[in-house]
């Protein structure tokens, strides 16, 4: 009886924050038109704006046929995915409607009106589920005790628990979850309010595809669930990559394949793609910052050595090289655990049971409020030795490091080549190469960390240099705005992600730039292939 009142409670409590918020959106949205009406839009996105809309084509739709986007005014995504959208619209005879929480501001109005998606959809719970809200969070209240008990929450075979659960460690920058606070419970009230709104639409319209920024997170995850459980593909689309996915952690699911792409290629091809992977390695590794990573502002390999990190010992010495808390731990799918937090606790909980030696190293770009998170781990798990973040890694195998742990990051494939054995936790893009170990499940991963000492010497090295093209070149093909990954990369860096410089490159290419993307999208959209890359490198389905 008590548990049922402290969630009738909460869900006043929940209510009353969500009207709140929404006010402050209301308002927010408000001020912003009055910004709008004082500030003219600038030429050059009214001059991209009059172009697209000359090259975007007016469909007569079937009534109920549509293709949902998320509004996500990013000047980049809106010409990928706006040009993509269009050729869906046509192909299906589809409405392209946006959605949102408020209304579209006026700067993405413009947006999404020069590529004919005129209607804007309020997310908001339908008055006949009015009960149905209250009914599923006092459940989800009294049922959700533990982190596995959210992040497994599912309603109708559909989980929606995994997205709260990324949706509050990026919201509130946290490196895990807490359950049972008021935040957590108002993001379980935020995802009722999608899943409710996306279930009656989906009983109303007939939704041919949908056109997603992220196949994660409350506002986008689960619509991305809710579509392919209808048979509803989900496409994702950035200035380099076209992708079609059917199902979840689809989008990373080419890593499986990356010997078979690269198998693919002929001879004459393959040896010029091992040099340039040697290549771009060794300038890495030599400490060059931002090889093949423009977001990366330092470098872990620099040759400069500081004050000895590792105490002497002839025991094994573990290092857990960390990521970052806060920002779609699970991002391909897999992981053994729920959060990078969690992880380390398992490896606090390991420490206390084996005679090695173990340390913890964070990136030297760390982001706020993550050596406050190590600091709790490491007063929790006292043998776990928080070293110096500028220690190269260089330095880290002289001083007798040999096993990192990590879950996947690129320490897998940059590390083996120092001397390092690499253990990842779960799913991850070496998958389908030895040079790591994989843990694939609990059991196995535990087995691997009680036995380090007999895991034997490090597979397939040279291999290395066939993942990296593969990863870094291969697989980053397709789009029509950039030349490489890369150069989508250099452009996010500088001028941003939030910049119309962009504009500039489709006014250039006018009418032919449109033509050509056009025909490679629909070409793509009949080939049968989930992206566009590996239309590029297999040729399409027979």
Not at 133 to 160: P, V
């Amino acid at each position: 009886m008590l548990i049922k009142i402290k969630a009738e409670i909460s869900y006043i409590l929940v209510l009353l924050a969500d009207i709140y918020i929404g006010w402050m959106r209301s308002r927010d949205h408000k001020k912003r038109l009055t910004e709008s009406k004082r500030a003219s839009i600038d030429s050059l996105t009214v001059q991209f704006c009059n172009l697209n809309l000359k090259m975007m084509e007016q469909v007569t739709a079937t009534e109920k046929n549509k293709i949902l986007m998320d509004c996500f005014p990013i000047p980049l995504w809106v010409i990928a995915n706006g040009v993509l959208a269009n050729c869906l619209s046509k192909r299906y005879k589809a409405d392209i409607c946006s959605y949102g929480e408020t209304m579209r501001d006026p700067l993405a109005d413009i947006f999404y009106k020069s590529f004919c998606c005129d209607v804007h959809l309020i997310v908001k719970v339908p008055k006949s589920s009015k009960k149905r809200l209250k009914h599923l969070f006092i459940q989800a209240i009294e049922s959700i005790k533990t982190s596995d008990n959210l992040f497994s929450w599912s309603i109708n075979g559909i989980q929606i628990g995994d997205e709260v659960y990324e949706t509050y460690l990026r919201m509130f920058s946290k490196p895990t979850v807490r359950v049972g606070n008021i935040k957590c419970q108002y993001a379980i009230f935020s995802a009722l309010k999608y899943y409710l709104f996306f279930e009656e639409y989906f009983k109303k319209n007939n939704v041919a595809a949908c056109v997603l920024s992220h196949d994660i997170y409350t506002a986008t995850g689960i619509l991305a669930k809710m579509a392919w459980m209808q048979g509803v593909p989900v496409y994702l689309a950035n200035g380099v990559e076209l992708k079609k996915t059917t199902r979840p952690d689809e989008k990373y699911s080419e890593f499986i394949h990356y010997r078979e792409y690269f198998n693919n290629l002929n001879e004459a091809e393959k040896l010029p793609a091992i040099t340039w992977g040697r290549t771009q390695l060794e300038k890495r590794l030599g400490g060059q910052v931002g090889v093949n990573m423009a977001y990366s502002t330092k470098s872990a390999y620099e040759k400069s050595y500081m004050e000895k990190q590792i105490l002497p010992s002839n025991r094994t010495k573990v290092l857990i090289a960390t990521h970052c808390f806060f920002d779609n731990p699970r991002a391909y799918g897999g992981m053994l655990f729920n959060d990078f937090y969690e992880w380390i606790s398992y490896l606090g909980e390991i420490s206390n049971l084996t005679e090695y030696d173990w340390y913890i190293k964070t990136h030297r770009d760390f982001l706020p409020g993550t050596v406050e998170a190590l600091a709790e781990l490491t007063f929790t798990y006292p043998r776990l030795k928080l070293i110096n973040p500028e220690t190269s890694w260089h330095q880290l195998r002289e001083e007798g490091v040999s096993i990192i742990l990590t879950c996947y990051g690129s320490v897998g494939h940059e590390l083996p080549l120092l001397g390092f054995k690499v253990i990842n936790a779960g799913y991850n893009p070496h998958i389908a190469y030895s040079f790591n170990w994989h843990a694939k499940s609990l059991k196995e991963y535990r087995s691997l960390l009680f036995n380090l000492d007999s895991m034997g010497e490090i597979q397939d090295l040279d291999s290395i240099y066939e993942f990296y093209y593969v990863h870094y070149k291969l697989s980053k093909q397709g789009g029509f705005l950039f030349d490489s990954f890369d150069d989508m990369g250099e452009y996010l860096k500088n001028p941003g992600v939030h910049s119309n410089e962009i504009f500039k490159r489709v006014l250039a290419g006018d009418k032919e730039l449109y033509s050509k993307a056009k025909h490679d999208i629909n070409n793509f959209l009949d080939s049968g292939k989930f992206s566009e890359a590996e239309l590029l490198i297999m040729g399409p389905a027979e």
